[in-house]
T-cell receptor, first 117, second 113 residues
């Protein structure tokens, strides 16, 4: 079975450019999460969706960041304009939410390593 | 109150030894405590998890010990192997719903042969 698929795996761009990261969650999963990983701040939750609806975007650092989930099989995280401090590994994860106390394992993609020069 | 504090930041263990990683939390609404393992260049993957109504859970060489009154939990890796060398993250989920995980800062484990 295919896992969470992220693209691109590596992106090098210049400050001020627009960056779009893409994610395809595992088929049948109804929740999707975007995390950012840096040495200084560890794994930070940026935003998560349930049934394609953004539930909590309180982790999105600034208005330069936006995320969409137009359908159950695709999500994007966009940074415009990008800055050097945005350099990090961005992870997408998905799970099947059953509601209530039921817990679902988060399945992570392999990440998109972003370098902003 | 949403934080999960993890220690140590890095750990070196000899092959066959016991690796111990500790985490502490403040929010009593957390109801699920997983540990994730991450190898270089890969995403984190679930290793083992525990709920607060259980004091210990063991899966092979990996054991979680949970102390609800102290609001602490730890991962023990018995008979540590070089293949266990990775970064380990503890995490916690708020009972308010959705699998929104708050991660600890991570522990980089190196097991020397």
């Amino acid at each position: 079975d295919a896992g969470v698929i992220q693209s691109p795996r590596h992106e090098v761009t210049e400050m001020g450019q627009e960056v779009t990261l893409r994610c395809k969650p595992i088929s049948g999963h109804n929740s999707l999460f975007w995390y950012r990983q840096t040495m200084m701040r560890g794994l930070e939750l940026l935003i998560y969706f349930n049934n394609n609806v953004p539930i909590d975007d309180s982790g999105m650092p600034e208005d330069r960041f936006s995320a969409k989930m137009p359908n159950a099989s695709f999500s994007t995280l966009k940074i415009q304009p990008s800055e050097p401090r945005d350099s990090a590994v961005y992870f997408c994860a998905s799970t099947l939410e059953l509601g209530g106390p039921n817990t679902g394992e988060l399945f992570f993609g392999e990440g998109s390593r972003l370098t902003v020069l | 109150q949403q934080q999960v504090k993890q220690s140590p930041q890095s750990l070196i263990v000899q092959k066959g030894g016991i690796s111990i990683i500790n985490c502490a939390y403040e929010n009593t609404a957390f109801d699920y405590f997983p540990w994730y393992q991450q190898f270089p260049g890969k995403g984190p993957a679930l290793l083992i998890a525990i709920r607060p109504d259980v004091s210990e859970k063991k899966e092979g060489r990996f054991t979680i010990s949970f102390n609800k009154s102290a609001k602490q939990f730890s991962l023990h890796i018995m008979d540590s192997q070089p293949g266990d060398s990775a970064t380990y993250f503890c995490a916690a989920r708020n009972s308010g719903g959705y699998n929104k995980l708050i991660f600890g800062a991570g522990t980089r484990l190196a097991v020397h042969p």
